[in-house]
């Protein structure tokens, strides 16, 4: 009888030890997932950081090509205008001097 309940203590014990290891393990598990899940978050967020600078890089390559095309075409608006002012001016003046003198 005493071996039996010696027998049955060694196994409650036993069984505890098992229960025992099994929550560390299970609480070593949930640290790694804790872990992994920060790091995924932080790898997250530090790929949307790249990727927003990428897009606001691009945009103001493209904004500032906009401008360069803008300038271009004002410039050659200006050259526009400049010739036909150098062109008309005489023709310009004689019209104004006439109307002026009509009145």
Do not use: C, H
């Given at each position: 009888?005493?071996?039996?309940?010696?027998?049955?203590?060694?196994?409650?014990?036993?069984?505890?030890?098992?229960?025992?290891?099994?929550?560390?393990?299970?609480?070593?598990?949930?640290?790694?997932?804790?872990?992994?899940?920060?790091?995924?978050?932080?790898?997250?967020?530090?790929?949307?950081?790249?990727?927003?600078?990428?897009?606001?890089?691009?945009?103001?390559?493209?904004?500032?090509?906009?401008?360069?095309?803008?300038?271009r075409r004002i410039g050659q608006?200006?050259?526009?205008?400049?010739?036909?002012?150098?062109?008309?001016?005489?023709?310009?003046?004689?019209?104004?001097?006439?109307?002026?003198?009509?009145?």
């Amino acid at each position: 009888m005493d071996k039996v309940i010696e027998k049955l203590i060694d196994i409650e014990n036993r069984a505890q030890s098992v229960v025992k290891d099994a929550k560390k393990l299970r609480d070593n598990i949930d640290e790694l997932v804790e872990e992994s899940a920060v790091q995924m978050a932080e790898d997250i967020e530090a790929k949307r950081k790249a990727k927003e600078q990428t897009i606001i890089r691009i945009e103001a390559d493209a904004a500032d090509q906009r401008i360069e095309e803008i300038k271009r075409r004002i410039g050659q608006a200006e050259s526009r205008m400049q010739r036909a002012y150098e062109q008309n001016i005489d023709s310009w003046v004689e019209r104004i001097f006439k109307d002026v003198m009509k009145v």
